[in-house]
């Protein structure tokens, strides 16, 4: 059973660019989750979607930043004209569920990108 | 506003030595507690969840546990291969993580 698949594990953009980070969950899961790590900070939560729906943003930078989570195909995490602090490790997660033991979530091995 | 405070930042231990990492929170509409491993340049590993005070779970040397207020994840009798960042996270649908204790196991 494969887990949280994330890709390109590595993305170097200059500034001014577009990044496009994957979320593949794993099989059987529906809830996805994006985290973003800073260089010697701890991991914030940035957004909470389920299928076609956006259930929680309030970690989202309100500019630049988009996700999604569509019907067919993996989650994306758009960051538009990315600056140097958007560097960072962003880490996705997903659940098969929001209760009990179903809302284990479980990550991913990340993207580091890279913002020169 | 929701917090999570993870102590201590930093713990070197001789192997075979064994010890306590500490998870404190204030936070609102708690549904569970999480704790993960993490290696360098890596994404978190799974270990626990509790749910309820008094509730304890083990895997090989670690133990955790919770109470009202902080959790415990013990380590007895540590391996070199113990060595990781440990996060404790908070679940009120989106985790809550504290910033870690960075625990190096020396031989």
């Known amino acids: 059973n494969a887990g949280v698949m994330q890709n390109p594990r590595h993305l170097v953009r200059r500034r001014g660019q577009e990044a496009r980070l994957r979320c593949s969950p794993m099989?059987?899961?529906?809830?996805v989750y994006w985290y973003r790590q800073l260089p010697e900070e701890g991991l914030k939560f940035m957004v909470y979607l389920q299928k076609e729906n956006i259930i929680d943003e309030s970690g989202m930078p309100k500019e630049r930043f988009s996700a999604e989570f569509p019907k067919e195909g993996p989650s994306i995490l758009r960051i538009q004209q990315v600056v140097r602090g958007d560097s960072a490790a962003y880490f996705c997660?997903?659940?098969?569920?929001?209760?009990?033991?179903?809302?284990?979530?479980?990550f991913g091995p990340g993207t580091r990108l890279t913002v020169l | 506003e929701d917090q999570v405070t993870q102590s201590p930042e930093a713990l070197r231990l001789q192997e075979g030595e064994s010890s306590s990492l500490n998870c404190s929170y204030t936070?609102?509409?708690?549904?569970?507690l999480f704790w993960y491993r993490q290696d360098p340049g890596k994404g978190p590993e799974f270990l626990f969840t509790?749910?309820?005070a008094g509730e304890e779970k083990e895997k090989e040397r670690l133990k955790a546990t919770l109470t009202k207020k902080e959790s415990f994840l013990h380590i007895t009798a540590p391996k070199p291969e113990d060595s990781a960042t440990y996060l404790c996270?908070?679940?009120?649908?989106?985790?809550?993580f504290g910033t870690g204790t960075r625990l190096q196991v020396f031989p």
């Open positions: 997660a997903s659940s098969p569920g929001t209760s009990g033991a179903y809302n284990e979530q479980f």
């Open positions: 099989k059987g899961h529906s809830h």
């Open positions: 936070v609102s509409g708690l549904r569970g």
């Open positions: 509790l749910y309820s």
């Open positions: 996270a908070y679940n009120t649908d989106k985790l809550i």
